[in-house]
């Protein structure tokens, strides 16, 4: 049968296969089961084809090579590829299978030579002492893989145990298969019913999956993919033998012949086009838990690299999660400052949520392995994972240093990782650490950026008041010149004049200092109003300021003095044409909230500009370019104050700030 012979060139084919896979573990064991039942395949040829049992006698003797060889050589990959480590099974199951497959084949080609006989479809061999022989042995070797294999797979480590698991399904299939084999030989119709022929299918195309390809996917996908394309080919065969008559009752050979050529094509184009649907369908239906790795991989690559800020990466990484790998729950901590014994990281995953890691975690992150388990760590980092209910996690590294820790919880479908999901977090690695990169450099930009803006808003101010820095001197140069107070009054007028200005001086060289870190400490506001209202002591003669004594709050003074002083700035410069300027300062509070109002008689502003006022680079008044509203917004966000606008046409502008009070 033609068949045998396809089959025993596939097994070969994969034997070769394997033994290309040098780098890989128990490539020379499963290259031998290939081999192996490459002779089986021939020998169930030779059986079916040669008609002298003469002839077949010495060949299939022969070719018996490859039924002694399975056993034995199923045990040795299951001691590579899981079992090393067990000199046990190794003396008891692997070296007396191998002893018992030899002396079978001596024997068998020597003193107890097998006797076939005679079928419908060609010639089996009796059951004798041989064939017990073997059953012998496939016991051996099969029982106890599968054994050993279960042992394993109850303590291997986590990223194992989808492998492990795949070959004790293999062992367990081949097992049933390869003992209904040895039952039905002894039957007439094992030839014509292809028995041989598709135990040693079902047996290569599991090994081969759970081995050479390495591409580990649930059981579920596997037989929906085989399902789908199953389907396929007997649906589009159908077809094509069903129309194939029709087409043959058709008169001239040339019409047929184009006929035949033209659904052979069609039923070509359609293979592929109908899979393409199918499979996602079949995927869907049977494997629902399951995912394309490569297209998942191309989408995540591609969203990274849209990533500019931690918010964007935050809903990527949620959606890769807990959506893709389903796991209970993850957080991605960028390394914060680091105090000694503990050490601490942001998780952007929980808003902002502060996790202490040790530094013994951190130390074992050094190490580098692209994803570490939690049954891979020492006892102490375990404790640590399982307090902060991880499973895994993997460090991210940029230019040797640590950038964040990803702790990932376990699977909710199931209680270990498959492949692909390990293969997708060591991929996300390399990926995550140029992203992170990527949002620190533009954080900085940005802080640069709001710095830069911060002071040029200043010195916007300073086009205002500059002549207000110079007062003092004039006032000084004023009584030095003239005899209008005597000694006494004229020292205390120069001093207090002197006290002002370089108070004044001194104020504003603080706020345009550039470079410093934003300090958070507890603060009067109504001092940095006071502070605020001097700059503007002689521009804005009615600046009135009515303190409700408000208690302290937590922040950076510098910065909100900048705050007021554009709000301030920004009042000032409102002044309607022939009016005069009034403009008044309240304070009071509350059980949480510290309250902040400046209200100006100036000329107001309509519904549009105060829909668009915190928008872009335009300003509210002619000239304008925003900068100094954007300041306000942005250092009102970061002391967590929240900002209400009452504004009319010709009717003035209410700022009113609240502040949460320190706890």
Known sequence: ??????????????????????????????????????????????LTYIEDRDVLNPWFHLTRLGVFLIPPSLALLVWQLVASRSQYFKSTVVIPGFILAGILFVLNNSVMPSTLKETTTGYLPEVDTVYYGFISCFLLCLIGSIVFT??????????????????????????VCGLLSLMLVAYDFYLSKFIGASTNIIFMLLLFYSTVAHHLMDFKLAVSLAVSRMLLVVFLACLYFAT?????????????????????????????????WLEPNARRLLASQTYDYQKVVDEIRDNLRSCNDLTQLSQLLNYVFYNVLRVKEYHLCRMDDQDGSMHSAISISHNQKSIQLGKELLAHSGQRSPVIMVDETQADIREKLAALSAACFFPVFWEGKLLAIVLIGRPISS????????????????????????????EKLHQEMADAKKKLSLLNVMNIYHHDIKAPLSIIDGVVSNDLYDEEKRRQVILEQVAWGSHLITTMAQLLKGGRKIKVESLSLEQVLNDCALVFGRTIPNLRRNFGGVPDIKGDPEDLK????????????????????????????????????????????????LGHLWEGLESTKKGGNGIGLQTIKRIADEHGASIQVKSAPDQGTTFTFRFPLQR
């Open 1 to 46: 049968m033609t068949l045998y012979l396809i089959i025993a060139a596939v097994d070969f084919l994969i034997g070769l296969l394997a033994l290309s896979r040098k780098a890989q573990k128990g490539v020379i064991a499963l290259a031998l089961v290939s081999f192996g039942a490459c002779l089986w395949s021939v020998e169930l040829f030779l």
């Open 150 to 175: 279960a042992k394993i797979f109850r303590s291997a480590a986590t990223r194992d145990k989808q492998r492990i698991q795949w070959l004790l399904i293999t062992l367990s299939i081949s097992f």
């Open 244 to 276: 194939v008559p029709t087409i043959i009752n058709i008169s001239g050979e040339s019409s047929k012949f184009v006929l035949l050529f033209a659904l052979f094509m069609i039923t070509l184009e359609l293979y592929p086009r109908t899979l393409k």
């Open 415 to 442: 209680s270990f990782f498959r492949y692909d999901d390990i293969r997708l977090m060591e991929w996300m690695v390399t990926e995550l650490a140029q992203t992170l990169h990527r949002i620190a450099m533009l």
């Open 562 to 609: 900048i705050l007021f002083i554009n709000v301030l700035k920004n009042a000032y410069e409102a002044c309607r044409p022939g009016s005069e300027l009034d403009i008044e300062v309240n304070t009071w509070a509350d059980a949480d909230y510290a309250y902040v109002s400046i209200t100006d008689n100036g000329v107001g502003m309509s519904d549009t500009q």
